[in-house]
């Protein structure tokens, strides 16, 4: 079942603006992660951020927790056309070992 | 990172006949593998957890014997949609997690099942 539910749906910007995805989920956790799907292709880990920690970077990456909301935040700042693609948060929660999914957002970066 | 490998990438097959993915892990041991399903344009839908010498952990009304899952060594699972019909295309995605907990979890690159 999906945990988690991401808005926007669907996001268009130019290139160099900053795009912002959130999720929300429903139980506690013990980590919040993002990941990162091309069309058609399988999925990409890109940072996990711990139900202790409140915001995280990687590059161009900036994630923020707030488990009081159970909410999490992406940002790509300085976006660019390759950054298309889709984008899911996941979450593990209790003594489960799988993810379970968000319901994505699809970033489209406008050269 | 650990790349894992799935076979075939797409797949056509005629409606009642099976259809069998293969999912490795390349360059480490995967203790546990998970087969997840994705429609167009929907997220992830875990299907069933594959645990190494043992039966696999299915999700709920994921049939188990129209989905046949073989975990039979540290870097190889199978799954096998038996009979399949229309209903059945989708996009099949596997994952590996290395040995351990909380060891990181690989994705494949996915197989595309279309059942005419």
């Known amino acids: 079942s999906q945990q988690g539910e991401e808005d926007p749906q669907a996001l268009s910007i130019q290139e160099g603006e900053n795009a912002t995805m959130n999720c929300s989920y429903k139980t506690s956790i013990n980590n919040l992660q993002w990941y990162r799907q091309n069309s058609g292709r399988g999925l990409v880990h890109l940072i996990l951020i711990r139900s202790n920690e409140r915001e995280k970077h990687s590059g161009r990456l900036r994630v923020t927790l707030d488990t009081s909301k159970k909410s999490s935040s992406l940002l790509i700042t300085a976006s660019r056309a390759a950054d298309t693609a889709s984008y899911f948060c996941a979450t593990v929660s209790g003594s489960a070992r799988q993810l379970t999914f968000g319901s994505g957002t699809q970033l489209t970066v406008l050269p | 990172g650990a790349v894992v490998s799935q076979h075939p990438s797409w797949v056509i097959c005629k409606s009642g006949t099976s259809v069998k993915i293969e999912c490795r892990s390349l360059?480490?041991?995967?203790?546990?593998m998970f087969w997840y399903r994705q429609f167009p344009k929907q997220s992830l839908m875990l299907m069933a957890t594959?645990?190494?010498?043992?039966?696999?952990?299915?999700e709920q009304g994921v049939e188990k014997d129209k989905f046949l899952i073989n975990h039979a060594s540290l870097t190889l699972s199978t799954l096998t949609v038996t009979s399949a019909h229309p209903e059945d295309s989708s996009f099949y995605i596997c994952s590996a997690r290395d040995r351990g907990w909380p060891g990181e979890l690989f994705f494949g690159e996915g197989s595309r099942l279309t059942v005419l």
């Open positions: 360059d480490f041991q995967a203790t546990t």
């Open positions: 594959s645990n190494e010498g043992s039966k696999a952990t299915y």
